[in-house]
């Protein structure tokens, strides 16, 4: 669920404003997994910009608080979610782990950065929210090292309902700044795409529910 539709609207139009996201219905783009997709959503970006990595980040830290209260702990996912979720244990005063894709081949071949313990609540911060795949991944690793991770929270997601039911067998609540459905929305208002283009992707979005 987004936090808050005035968030919501306001984050959409700042990732369309540094072009964190891009809409090209027209000529679109080839995601790894090589899908031909008319948006491209690469919310480092934000990172660049301190306003926005400002706005973002009290946002996050306000929707924590009152989803969740205070955690014992944030966990960023690798590599989008560590940044994000450094600046929101430094504002929160809470320790900080990130969660790696794999385990390091070397060394101690930590999956989980940083110091955890069992039974500590935990939130677990990302970027971006597509198939929710590899973020649901970091919320098993955390729960295999004995954390309680009490809730998920993203700049972005495409709301596809293969991510809205995988969050929901894992038992892990789901906040974001703002959505698909209102980024194009936002989009429209601010003349970035013509009505013939919001088709194009609402389309889009309803083949890759299917």
Known sequence: MIY??????????????????????????????GIKSPIYCDNRVTLSY?????????NF??????????????????T??????????????LPFVYVRTSKKDHGLTNLIEGRVEKGQKVVVVEDLISTGSSSLEAVSALRE??????GMI???????????SRFKEQDC????????????????????????????LQDFKENLSK
């Open 4 to 33: 808050n539709k005035i968030v919501s609207l306001q984050t959409a139009e700042y990732l369309l404003g540094i072009k964190a996201v891009k809409l090209s219905p027209k000529e679109p783009f080839t995601w790894a997994s």
């Open 50 to 58: 301190p306003a926005i990595r400002s706005f973002i980040k009290d």
């Open 61 to 78: 830290v306000e929707a924590i608080s009152e989803k969740w209260g205070k955690p014992d702990l944030i966990a960023g996912v690798a």
């Open 80 to 93: 989008g979610g560590i940044p994000q979720g450094a600046l929101v244990a430094e504002e929160l005063e």
């Open 145 to 150: 090292a004995g954390c309680i991770v009490i």
């Open 154 to 164: 993203a700049i972005f997601t495409y709301n596809l309902p293969v991510s809205l």
């Open 173 to 200: 609540p789901l906040v974001t700044l703002t959505d698909y459905e209102i980024l194009i929305e936002k989009a429209l208002k601010i003349n970035y795409i013509t009505e013939e283009d919001l088709k194009v």
